[in-house]
């Protein structure tokens, strides 16, 4: 009978154990979840001491922007109760493998409109660049998007100030520069433009409107002069060109 009592206290000695290394185990796991869960508001919150407000959107790039895996990006929508803003975070990757903030830039957003984020190479130099909508005009078809170019020099980020005077931007092959077009009414405008430093500079365009189309130059101050006038029908005023002389239609096979 001792023997058997004696028996049944082992067992329940050893249950107790086993339940406590249980729960210890289960405690290591909370307090990792917890930790991580405080890395990623920390890095949310990085460069900005501010009451940031409600993060309704993120998105987070190491893998194509600038130096692939070297360099990384995070962009959050953030909605305040006056006021809503995109909050832009700039990485390098140091000597010792950490992530090391270089540049953040706060900017105005639309709180309707989602950030729709595009790593793209804008410049031709093999190296991705960034892009992010912060507001539509005309209805919905002329998407806004401010451009930031990465620059290998200086391992930054340039952000394009006048970016978003150009809608619906894209790199054109054909004429290594950027184009952009923009819809108002029954009228269509291709745009081609240079990035020059942190700005873009239009050199030239091309307008449809009814059934006619005008080709137009534009020198560095930005004065038009006008180059051709063709008779065009119907929808042709809907096209977008990657070509002003002549005229080339965007077949956009240089989409990336």
């Not at 729709?116 to 410049?123: A, G, H, L, T």
């Not at 081609?192 to 030239?204: P, Q």
């Not at 091309?206 to 065009?232: A, M, P, Q």
């Amino acid at each position: 009978m001792l023997k058997h009592f004696v028996v049944a206290i082992l067992i329940f000695s050893g249950f107790s154990c086993q339940t406590q290394q249980t729960q210890k185990t289960d405690n290591s796991t909370d307090n990792k979840i917890d930790s991580m869960s405080n890395s990623l508001e920390k890095a949310k919150t990085s460069g900005n001491d501010e009451n940031i407000g409600e993060i309704v959107e993120s998105f987070t790039d190491d893998t194509d922007i600038g130096i692939p895996h070297k360099n990384k990006i995070e962009i959050f929508n953030i909605t305040q109760p006056d006021v809503n803003t995109a909050k832009i975070n700039f990485y390098s990757l140091t000597t010792d493998k950490e992530w090391k903030l270089k540049q953040t830039f706060t900017l105005d957003k639309d709180k309707l409109i989602s950030l729709n984020p595009k790593v793209k190479d804008f410049n031709n130099d093999g190296l991705k660049d960034f892009t992010y909508v912060p507001a539509t005009a005309g209805r919905g078809a002329n998407e806004l998007q401010r451009l930031f170019i990465y620059d290998k020099k200086k391992d930054e980020l340039v952000y394009v100030k006048n970016s978003e005077e150009y809608p619906n931007l894209r790199y054109n092959k054909r004429l290594n520069s950027l184009t952009a077009q923009r819809f108002y009414g029954d009228t269509t405008v291709t745009e081609f433009l240079n990035i020059e430093e942190d700005l873009l500079k239009k050199f030239a365009s091309v307008e449809s409107k009814d059934t006619e189309r005008t080709v137009f130059l534009v020198d560095k101050n930005g004065k038009e002069k006008l180059l051709k006038k063709y008779k065009i029908n119907g929808l042709e005023y809907l096209e977008r060109f990657k070509n002003f002389n002549p005229l080339e239609f965007d077949d956009f096979d240089d989409e990336q």
